[in-house]
């Protein structure tokens, strides 16, 4: 298996501009989670999906933030509009299953550096 | 909520030394706790995982952990290091109905030639 797909690895825009992040996670797996990592704030849970459906999206940052699952094989994450402290490294990962999910690796992808200028 | 402590900004060994990563958390019922490394412009990779059973967990790479519920710690061990183990380390924890996995801060390692 090819592990958590993350594109693309390196994104540079500018102010204003919609940034739109990708990630296909481990085949099988039922579960997504999008996570931001800064100097200042260490790792962050955004939002995280089971079997496509939202469940858990109280860490998205505001309303310039968005997340998608339309399928089991792709999740988007959408800045609109971006600003500079939005730079970060931002991490899709992945899990198997659902039930006793608490007891389950999260497999990460190798993330997206953004930065906003 | 669940959550965990890394009281160490960054530790540094020499080449051939034991390595300890200290890690606490904070749970209201049984833990799960994880390990994770992450090298440079990489994302995390997994280590190693108590879930139940015994208290020592062998993980990759050679390292280890050991779980000890009364100090409510599960420290990371590796007997010798190598200059190649320098790297981030993250201790994290869930519970039981709770899918969320709480990070601590990370560890940076430095293993000095």
């Known amino acids: 298996d090819a592990g958590v797909i993350q594109s693309p690895r390196h994104e540079v825009t500018e102010m204003g501009q919609e940034v739109t992040l990708r990630c296909k996670p481990i085949?099988?797996?039922?579960?997504l989670f999008w996570y931001r990592q800064t100097m200042m704030r260490g790792l962050e849970l955004l939002i995280y999906?089971?079997?496509?459906?939202?469940?858990?999206d109280s860490g998205m940052p505001e309303d310039r933030f968005s997340a998608k699952m339309p399928n089991a094989s792709f999740s988007t994450l959408k800045i609109q509009p971006s600003e500079p402290r939005d730079s970060a490294v931002y991490f899709c990962?992945?899990?198997?299953?659902?039930?006793?999910?608490?007891?389950?690796?999260?497999?990460f992808g190798p993330g997206t550096r953004l930065l906003v200028l | 909520a669940q959550s965990v402590a890394q009281p160490e900004d960054q530790v540094n060994v020499a080449e051939g030394n034991p390595l300890t990563v200290k890690c606490t958390y904070s749970?209201?019922?049984?833990?799960?706790l994880f390990w994770y490394v992450q090298y440079p412009n990489r994302g995390l990779q997994f280590l190693l995982k108590?879930?139940?059973?015994?208290?020592l967990v062998k993980g990759s790479y050679g390292f280890e952990a050991e779980f000890n519920k009364s100090q409510t710690s599960f420290h990371l061990k590796k007997p010798s290091a190598l200059v190649s183990d320098s790297a981030l380390y993250f201790c994290?924890?869930?519970?039981?109905?709770?899918?969320?996995?709480?990070f601590g801060k990370g560890n940076q390692v430095v293993v000095i030639p």
């Open positions: 999906f089971n079997n496509n459906v939202p469940i858990d």
């Open positions: 990962a992945s899990r198997p299953g659902l039930a006793g999910g608490y007891q389950e690796t999260q497999y």
């Open positions: 085949s099988g797996h039922n579960s």
């Open positions: 108590y879930i139940t059973g015994d208290n």
């Open positions: 994290a924890v869930s519970e039981y109905g709770n899918n969320r996995l709480a």
């Open positions: 749970v209201s019922g049984n833990p799960y």
